[in-house]
């Protein structure tokens, strides 16, 4: 994890998105935490910035943040009504189909009942680990587009399809983890918070964060390319 101010990617008299590193929780929580998002904000001279939405400690990515009460208000009915376009690419384990859509419920927040939930999924790209011995050799990057949001969706859901992401160790396998970090050279979660559009509050239509080095190097070594043009769910 990096150290140090974060990275503005938007910001205007309402919203601020910032690129949240991964392995930096977005706040103290019970572990107590000193370093992070919140802390970073501070530092980077803003006295009050709202959460808008949440990103695991364990994901990287583009982070959603008002400037004042109303903003946060507006921004955050806008997420529970699934008005907030958001992408994310992942690498997981094994190959899931071309084009899926998860349709399976899961808790709304930890601990919590369970609520209906949909994320579609478009496969990108799979690569082969000869050198490997475990069974399931394949290794998938996925674009996940969540039309609702719910605790660890994107993680669940691509549980639910056989295909747990990379470095999960909730929901994944240790030894699908450890051969990740040293056969591909992930150690991290292999989650990206890579899109977000703030066009149903009036912002722009997207917000990239670009894939961080210790998600892309991995990716390069076994050639698989990023085409950021992309989007699979575009109508």
Known sequence: MTTGPLCVLYEDARWLVVDKPAGLAVHSGRARERDTVASRILALGFQAAHLAHRLDAGTSGALVLAKDRDAARQVGACFAAGEIEKRYLAWVRGMPPERATVDHPVPKDEGGARVDAVTEIARLATIMVEASTLRERRYSLVLARPLTGRFHQIRRHLKHLGCPLLGDANYGKSEHNRLA???????????????????????????????????????????????????????
């Open 181 to 235: 970090a040293a056969q591909l050279g992930l150690s991290r979660l292999g989650l990206h918070a890579w899109r977000v559009s703030l066009a149903a509050v009036g912002g722009p239509e997207w917000v990239e964060a670009p894939l961080p080095s210790d998600m892309l190097a991995p990716l390069h070594a076994v050639g698989v390319e990023i085409p950021v043009w992309l989007d699979a769910f575009a109508a």
